[in-house]
T-cell receptor, first 115, second 114 residues
Framework: GENVEQHPSTLSVQEGDSAVIKCTYS??????FPWYKQELGKRPQLIID?????GEKKDQRIAVTLNKTAKHFSLHITETQPEDSAVYFC??????????????FGKGTMLLVSP | DGGITQSPKYLFRKEGQNVTLSCEQN?????MYWYRQDPGQGLRLIYY???????QKGDIAEGYSVSREKKESFPLTVTSAQKNPTAFYLC?????????????FGEGSRLTVL
């Protein structure tokens, strides 16, 4: 099945700096790569996603890049703010049974943005 | 107000007891999922269902059981066979049956075994 590795496990930045979180995946058939943000005590929520036919996608201060050849994708957050502090999970689709694909998640990155 | 409702939010269980966690959605989504979240372990898939009366094992199904008798409901039973059941359990749904697309999560249920 699919295996997703995520680094770093924790990331501390100063407000206004950029933050980058990287993930690698193992299944070359995976074609969907979302990122979820989970604030303390809350449910995970989708913040951005990318499909395998696109190399980069941006949404205001966040962007995701995908390198299919190397099987890795990254989340970039610019001009970080304290409210960006949360746990971020990457995921990749693939490996489901009976022809259905499911999401495999990385172990998460705790991002701390200091004022 | 559309969404996914999980109950109970907190649950305590004695060893050897089975417990059932409820998950209901009114989003008219076909697919539903159960994930387990442990510190530093990410979200691990327990079971998923793409259609009523059908479900598949995920990566860590041992000691768990599910049913999908109605489109809007996907309860999870944590059986006494689950060796380490203390965890945070998240239910999710997605619109697309064939591909996960965006997952919509419930607020979670925290199970503690005493």
């Amino acid at each position: 099945g699919e295996n997703v590795e995520q680094h770093p496990s924790t990331l501390s930045v100063q407000e206004g700096d950029s933050a980058v979180i990287k993930c690698t995946y193992s299944d070359s058939a995976s074609n969907y790569f979302p990122w979820y943000k989970q604030e303390l005590g809350k449910r995970p929520q989708l913040i951005i996603d990318i499909r395998s036919n696109v190399g980069e996608k941006k949404d205001q201060r966040i962007a995701v890049t995908l390198n299919k050849t190397a099987k890795h994708f990254s989340l970039h957050i610019t001009e970080t703010q304290p409210e960006d502090s949360a746990v971020y999970f990457c995921a990749a689709s693939g490996g489901g049974r009976s022809g259905y694909s499911t999401l495999t998640f990385g172990k998460g990155t705790m991002l701390l943005v200091s004022p | 107000d559309g969404g996914i409702t999980q109950s109970p939010k907190y649950l305590f269980r004695k060893e050897g007891q089975n417990v059932t966690l409820s998950c209901e959605q009114n989003l008219n989504h076909d697919a539903m999922y159960w994930y387990r979240q442990d510190p530093g372990q990410g979200l691990r898939l327990i079971y998923y269902s793409q259609i009523v009366n059908d479900f598949q094992k995920g990566d860590i199904a041992e000691g768990y059981s599910v049913s999908r008798e109605k489109k809007e409901s996907f309860p999870l039973t944590v059986t006494s066979a689950q060796k380490n059941p203390t965890a945070f359990y998240l239910c999710a749904s997605s619109r697309d049956r064939a591909s996960p697309g965006e997952l919509f999560f419930g607020e979670g249920s925290r199970l503690t075994v005493l």
